[in-house]
């Protein structure tokens, strides 16, 4: 009995740390780009959500190493041993960039996840009243959540000189090998160098004025390009460009400023229709669902955000084509309605969570300028809300 212990724990250990290293490799693209010293903490465009992933990532780790007897500070020494062997083989790896602040929000992970295990009964089996009282903690903090979501991808233009880039090559995106002729924001011209209106440009900007571009077309790129950019010199205020078959447009959210991901608007498949040499005139302006996007005789509307958005700021995968996102949309509403169906009781407090969860979905988004929620987001949430309740009883017998 005692070998078939220990042999639990060593490959419990194992398939932890193969299944922590592919995931690390495989899920985490946000490290590859990052130029920040070794020492930084939260460094980089997306320095947060790197740390959240991290959290993430190693949390089941040491959630495992505790469920087979290992001590909280034992668990925590060999989360930090493996993350710095992690760490240490992208020294080896290029396009790879190891972080001090990576190795930190790992042992910060495996710590949560041995915190999770040690007081697993306190929120698995609680008693009646006070499950009935994190039922409506939970709808609060899903409320919170929608709201913060619609505030963190509201537009921010910092106040800085602004520069115009035409078929840039930056470093961390492909060049698009076309020509520009002309771009103008709001009818002030935006040339390739330094913008001398630059403080109009961004009043025009955060007033979703048209920005208007006309090029000559070059040949496809297999990931996100530049057509014509606008930076401040180090951040991004505007992108529009090509990726693969789609036409993108990304502007600068309150997200980058605390150095979170976030998701971009796309005109799928509309690059299909245009050939090298081709004149092309793209169009982007605002509205009041969104933005718009024309290209040519060509246009979509109302490419904004909705509730269930909140997962981009954790890891934005864009090469996802629309029936997935909308899919991850609705699973990130059932994780966050869960905990509610989970400690729900027959209880004025839990009555007044599903009130509040109603509401968080069906009112507070236009409160904080997201679109409607849609049905495959309320699948989710009523998917979340009877999963917490079934998962209740399955633990309870």
């Not at 668990?75 to 190795?103: C, H, K, M, N, W």
């Not at 955000?305 to 996802?320: D, K, M, P, R």
């Not at 996102?325 to 400690?343: C, H, Q, S, Y």
């Not at 729900?344 to 300028?369: D, E, F, N």
Request: glycine content about 12%; aromatic content about 10%; hydrophobic content about 50%.
């Amino acid at each position: 009995m005692i070998a078939t212990g220990q042999r639990q724990v060593r490959n419990t250990w194992v398939l932890s740390a193969i299944v922590g290293l592919i995931l690390w490799l495989t899920l985490v693209p946000g490290t590859q780009q990052r130029t920040s010293p070794f020492g930084c903490l939260l460094c980089g465009e997306e320095g947060l959500s790197d740390a959240i992933r991290n959290v993430i990532l190693f949390a089941p780790f040491g959630f495992a190493l505790a469920r087979h007897g290992m001590k909280p500070f034992a668990a925590l020494l060999l989360g930090a041993a493996f993350s710095i062997g992690v760490e240490g083989t992208q020294f080896f790896v290029p396009g790879r960039d190891a972080g001090l602040a990576d190795v930190l929000t790992n042992m910060i992970g495996t710590a949560a996840g041995t915190l999770l295990f040690a007081t697993r009964w306190s929120w698995l089996m609680p008693a009646s009243r006070p499950a009935a009282r994190r039922s409506l903690v939970a709808s609060l903090v899903m409320l919170a959540t929608v709201l913060m979501t619609g505030w963190l991808l509201q537009t921010s233009l910092p106040h800085n000189s602004y520069f115009g880039h035409w078929t840039p090559r930056f470093g961390h995106l492909e060049w698009y090998r076309g020509t520009v002729m002309e771009a103008e924001v709001g009818g002030i011209p935006t040339p390739s160098g330094e913008i001398d209106s630059s403080e109009a440009v961004r009043s025009l900007l955060l007033e979703r004025t048209p920005v208007r571009v006309r090029a000559l077309a070059g040949p496809p790129v297999p990931a996100l390009g530049s057509l014509f950019s606008i930076t401040d010199g180090e951040r991004g205020i505007l992108l529009i460009g090509p990726d693969r078959d789609d036409l993108v447009l990304q502007i600068r959210l309150r997200a980058a400023e605390v150095r979170l991901d976030y998701p971009d608007r796309r005109f799928r498949g509309v690059m299909a229709t245009v050939d090298p040499g081709d004149t092309i005139q793209v169009v982007v302006w605002g509205n009041a669902d969104g933005y718009c996007i024309a290209l040519n005789d060509r246009e979509t509307c109302d490419l904004g955000f909705s509730a269930g958005a909140g997962w981009t700021f954790i890891q934005n995968i864009s090469a996802l084509p629309p029936w997935a996102k909308e899919g991850m949309n609705g699973l990130w509403i059932m994780l966050l309605v869960i905990p509610f169906g989970f400690w729900a009781r027959m209880s004025w407090q839990s009555t007044a969570g599903g009130i509040l969860l109603v509401a968080g979905l069906l009112i507070a988004p236009s409160w904080v300028h997201l679109n409607a929620t849609s049905i495959v987001e309320w699948a989710g949430a009523l998917s979340g809300a009877l999963g917490g309740a079934l998962a209740r009883q399955m633990i309870g017998r």
